[in-house]
């Protein structure tokens, strides 16, 4: 039986939110906010902890103009860009299709911006109300975007989707078509980077080995594509194979001007990811790595900073490392110490096929071992200065399983009074069906963000957000943050983080789930209702 206090929701899907407020004002192209961003401040004077409320004013500024966007992703024939493009063609047309569940319509499932609500307050009743995320701000519709992209394999997309083996063999069999046509530009093919293994997919590459015209010929790529497809604005994301750790260098990648000097000396250790990340910045296309490797060199984000462009990653978070995020977050908030946490996945697609080789694996165990990091930092009651839980990842490929990657995972935890609880899980994460509206995702906030800018104090001039886009951090394992800043990995944390700043953009306060209204009842008020409550009561049995 329900309760009778059980929480009241609404929901709502309008056009377009409207906040009536002093702090907000709407124009023909903007939104403009002004937002009072408060934060604490803490010193300690003589053993003692101070805490100083502080308050700072921000003037935030929304672009209400939605684009018309190019996508252009690296690796656009793997199992990750066929079907993200088939997907996105899918829900364009409405293509339904049959399985043995019976008949199917294609949705967004997994998207924050396509299939996520966000509470925008309560109504008179008392309801909290709800909208879908993509309506706190204007977005791109993913329906509306155009895909395109690069690939070492010269497989058109109907042959990447029908290798891939990811969709229900009718959807496939509608989708090939439309996507026949679709056949990837040449892709940069450094066989030190990758797995010796992909050298039998890499019949689509640029010739030679001069990294400056490999450069200048994909700059004329995302300039083609974009006069050609009459774009307003490309994203640039990178879903190819997993690639080695770059060594970082003084001289080499360490500024933006030795990554262009090593870039036209063609030095071994720029990799393919970087190349393609410093022609998205010279073009001004915001760029965002999804592999595990370090592509955003120090270099590169100096570079993006002077060009003032994004620049995102590193990593897609869907499936094992998502849970850990949200399973060490509670744990350790519980009060409950995860002294081991052991992480193994099997899988059988190519991006398995690669990780298999122990350069790539390296790449991945780095990314999927520190995303507990700032959870375990944050208490000094469970842990010692420098202590850490044990922490071990294998990935092993199998190729049966195709693109239905297995993960299985086990935390131990010390409890109350030296006990033992001991967490297993067993996770079937269908890959590429993950990770696809994560793509969507990163290319639609990464976009909605180039249309914030913010100033503050006695700033003349709005500008635009540092040139590392770390509100993408839910999306991603291993979080680009600038220099300086703390990583949060805590996946509640990151989800608030993005969902506030669209908040304050339209003049409305951070969620803080308070619920005074109803916690903080005036007792001499209720006294008053219950006197005139039995008063009543009395009054109608003496009638």
Known sequence: MASANASKIAHTNPDVLKVTSPNVTYTDDAIVSNYSYETTA?????????????????????????????????????????????????????????????????????????????????????????????????????????IGGWDISKLNLAEAMERACVFDYDLRRQLAPKMKDMVPLPGIYYPDFIAANQSDRADNVLEGSDKQAHLDKIRQDIREFKASNSLDKVIVLWTANTERFCDLIDGVNDTADNLLAALKASHEEVSPSTVYGVASVLEGCSFINGSPQNTCVPGLIEL??????????????????????????????????????????????????????????????ISKSNVVDDMVESNRILYK???????????????????????????????????????????????????????????????????????????????????????????????????????????????????NLFKACVGLPPENHLQLEHRAVHHHSRDAAATAEATATAAASAE
């Not at 693109?403 to 995972?409: G, I, V, Y």
């Open 42 to 146: 803490v010193t300690v004077e003589g053993g003692e902890l101070r805490a100083t409320p502080m308050k700072t004013e921000y003037q935030l500024k929304t672009s209400t103009k939605v684009p018309k966007l190019g996508l252009m992703l690296v690796g656009w024939g793997g199992n990750n860009g066929s079907t993200v493009t088939g997907a996105t063609i899918a829900n364009r047309d409405n293509i339904s299709w049959n399985a043995r569940q019976g008949k199917l319509e294609p949705n967004y499932f997994g998207s924050v911006t396509q299939a996520t609500t966000l509470r925008v307050g309560t109504d008179p009743s008392g309801n909290d109300i709800y909208i879908p995320f993509n309506k706190i701000l204007p977005m791109v519709n993913p329906n509306d975007l155009v």
């Open 304 to 365: 993006a900073e002077r060009r003032r462009v994004f620049l995102g990653g590193d990593d897609f978070k869907s499936g094992q490392t998502k849970m850990k995020s949200v399973l060490v977050d509670f744990l350790v908030n519980a009060g409950i110490k995860p002294v081991s946490i052991t992480s193994y996945n099997h899988l059988g697609n190519n991006d398995g096929h690669n990780l298999s080789a122990p350069s790539q694996f390296r790449s991945k165990e």
């Open 385 to 499: 200065e420098g202590e850490h839980p044990d922490h071990v990842v294998v990935i092993k490929y199998v190729p049966a399983v195709g693109d239905s990657k297995r993960a299985l995972d086990e935390y131990m935890s010390e409890i109350f009074m030296h006990g033992t609880n001991t967490i297993s899980m067993h996770n079937t994460c269908e890959d590429s069906l993950l990770a696809s509206p994560l793509i969507l995702d990163l290319a639609i906030l990464c976009e909605l963000m180039e249309r914030i800018e913010w100033k503050s104090g006695d700033m003349a001039e709005f500008d635009s957000f540092n040139s590392v886009c770390s509100i993408l951090s839910y999306l991603l394992k291993a979080p680009l943050v600038p220099q300086g800043a703390p990583v949060v990995n805590a996946l509640f944390k990151q989800r608030a983080a993005m969902e």
